[in-house]
């Protein structure tokens, strides 16, 4: 099985679990304890793991950065309609996240980005089916 685990450090377990289960990614309890948390993006597919900075430091021996002061990486996340995506970002702004920028809307792709309370940078989107599976040129010529 291939499979896809994003792992993020967070100050506050329990807020960061808060904040990503109001998203609608649900916790998977047999890879969570006191050190980490698994939220499931995608069942067999993707997940973010949630670790303390102590633990993930253990994964490192260079310095542990701040996400948000100096970010090193932005995760983005498809979800299935545009109205997903406008749910997700109320939700986690209403559980302690930010949002930095307005939306952008391409027409083929809508995307809003939102940043958890510990800075970590989170990119949701909302990609129209004919372009995801043919290019945004497909789309276009679609539209004409």
Known sequence: MTMMLVNLPVTDLDRAKAFYTALG???NPAFS???AACVVVE???SA???LTREFFQTFSELPLGDP???PSVSVAIYLDTR???DRAIADGVAAGGREPHPAADYGFMYQRQLNDPDGNILELGWMDPTAAAQGPEAFADQQA
């Open 25 to 27: 990614f649900p916790l």
């Open 68 to 70: 948000a002061v100096s």
């Open 43 to 45: 069942d067999d597919h």
């Open 33 to 35: 304890d006191h050190n």
């Open 48 to 50: 973010v793991m949630l």
């Open 83 to 85: 109205a997903a995506v």
